[in-house]
């Protein structure tokens, strides 16, 4: 598979991260598969959260790819932390702790990436930097980003933390565009125009953030997925013509969408399906026009100014 490079770091990653937040759906025999089926494609780069399954998640991954020193080696490890039951939790303490449980699920000395969760309201940004200054000096943490957060959150964590911020974990799919049409519908009187999270996918472009889509296959907010939906037949039919002219599969062809456009996102497939991970895995080798790409979109309901 190709690389990319995430953020301002010097780290190549997979064009495609592998989301482990269902694994625990899995017996142990088929979570081991899911695994080898993930490093056969070159999808190397694994993202954890320390709520999935209650940690349960991260605890499976590590059996089921035989966590040692070799293996660690050849995979990537990514995970996030800051949410808590009814509420969410940027303290230094909470932040050490967490990934201390984190490590200890993964049974690894380090995390290659870790992520902020969603935003703390509360947030105190210099205990987050000397939380993180902590890590990475005792080697637990190489790279740090954020979840879920919009310009002036990330400005103000960055103000304080040393290294850069090297990724945004938000959600985005051909049904979820809102980082995408405020940009097209500038100055205009619609609905489109409206700019929900302050021009985070220019803002992210320009300060070398790696976006990482989340439910790169669903619509709304896990209302369902938008492949073979009958509430997008439009959609459907177009993303089947074009995934046709290219031999691929429509889950592939969702997946080179997102791919296709120049940020350089890394689209994180929660997929335990072997097939839909062979799917998505192969979409990135795939670059389609820009005429297919727009095609796409409107299909999905967006309209051009």
């Given at each position: 598979m190709r690389t990319i490079t995430l953020g301002a770091s010097q780290l190549k990653v997979p064009a495609v991260?592998?989301?482990?937040?269902?694994i625990n759906a899995l017996s142990p025999k088929e979570?081991?598969?899911?695994?080898?089926t993930a490093m056969e494609q070159g999808a190397h780069f694994f993202d954890h959260a320390d709520i999935y399954g209650g940690g349960e998640c991260e605890e499976i991954f590590a059996d089921a790819i035989h966590m040692n020193s070799d293996v660690r080696e050849r995979i990537l490890l990514q995970s996030k932390c800051g949410i808590r039951p009814g509420s969410f939790d940027f303290s230094k303490e909470h932040i050490l702790s967490s990934v201390d449980g984190i490590l200890q699920r993964l049974r690894t000395d380090y995390l290659d990436v870790l992520l902020l969760h969603r935003p703390d309201t509360l947030v105190e940004p210099e205990e987050v930097a000397e939380a993180f200054d902590q890590l990475e000096r005792s080697g637990k943490v190489r790279h740090f980003g954020v979840s879920n957060q919009n310009p002036m959150q990330i400005q103000l964590l960055q103000k304080y933390v040393k290294k850069p911020l090297v990724a945004n974990q938000l959600q985005f799919s051909i049904t979820n565009t809102t980082m995408i049409?405020?940009?097209?519908?500038?100055?205009?009187?619609n609905e489109?125009?409206?700019?929900?999270?302050?021009?985070?996918?220019?803002?992210?472009?320009l300060h070398d953030i790696t976006?990482?889509?989340?439910?790169?296959f669903q619509y709304g907010f896990f209302e369902g997925v938008f492949l073979g939906s009958d509430?997008?037949?439009?959609?459907?039919?177009?993303i089947d013509e074009v995934a046709q002219r290219y031999n691929v599969s429509s889950t592939a062809m969702a997946i080179a969408w997102i791919?296709?456009?120049?940020?350089?996102?890394?689209p994180v497939v929660g997929t335990t399906n072997l097939e839909r991970l062979k799917d998505c895995c192969e979409?990135?080798?795939?670059?389609?026009?820009?005429?297919?790409w727009y095609d796409i979109y409107r299909a999905a309901g967006n309209i051009l100014p």
């Open positions: 991260a592998v989301g482990c937040m269902r979570a081991e598969t899911f695994v080898q049409d405020s940009g097209l519908n500038v100055n205009m009187e489109a125009a409206v700019n929900r999270d302050g021009s985070v996918l220019d803002f992210c472009r976006i990482q889509p989340w439910s790169p509430k997008f037949p439009e959609l459907n039919a177009r791919l296709r456009h120049p940020a350089g996102m890394q979409a990135a080798d795939i670059t389609i026009t820009r005429e297919e």
